[in-house]
């Protein structure tokens, strides 16, 4: 099978709109000695167990993710942070399977250095979550009630943050207020945006 695992199979078969794509940037992936996986229901695929690129899809276009792009080379300008809060990850996109083909070899080469990267233990520094703003509506609430600070103290600097910046998205500080209200009992049950 060349590494390749039934799941990103199924996975290929189900997505009509880039079948095509995302099995040339599969097979561009496992041509470079990587481990296929499912993760986050995507193809992830791995060194030793550690990340180094995910394939997925959007409406308007399909990507190879790296996990740690921002550490990568990268002289002709291609990669792409999807948006301000994302510190570590880059994408390629591509919009038909004719990209890909053309950029074989130029793929083949961040890929490469994106496991040289791993293989050197290279890492990010991240912000820490003391450098996130701190929305007013969640500060009111954290001094309203003691055992909800304490529980947002007690999650993890991903958790943190990732309720940092759900919390201060919206531009009215009523939404803001029903955001931070609708997710207190989640927060004091320990629990993340996407722990279900």
Known sequence: ?????????????????????????????????????????????????????????????????????????????????QTENVQAGRQIRFTNVDEIVEMEHILKGYINEAIEVEKAGLSMKFKETTDFPMPQELQTKLDEIPALKTAFERLTPGRQRAYLLHFSQPKQSKTRTARVEKWMQPILDGKGLNDR
């Open 1 to 81: 099978m060349n590494g390749r695992t039934p799941q990103v199979d199924g996975y290929i078969r189900k997505n009509k709109q880039w079948q095509d794509e995302l099995e040339r940037l599969r097979t561009i992936v496992l041509d470079c000695g990587l481990t296929e996986e499912v993760k986050w229901k995507h193809p992830c695929y791995t060194l030793d167990g550690r990340n180094i690129v995910l394939i997925h899809e959007f409406k308007e276009y399909c990507a190879l993710l790296f996990f740690k792009g921002a550490l990568l080379n990268d002289p002709i300008g291609i990669l792409i942070q």
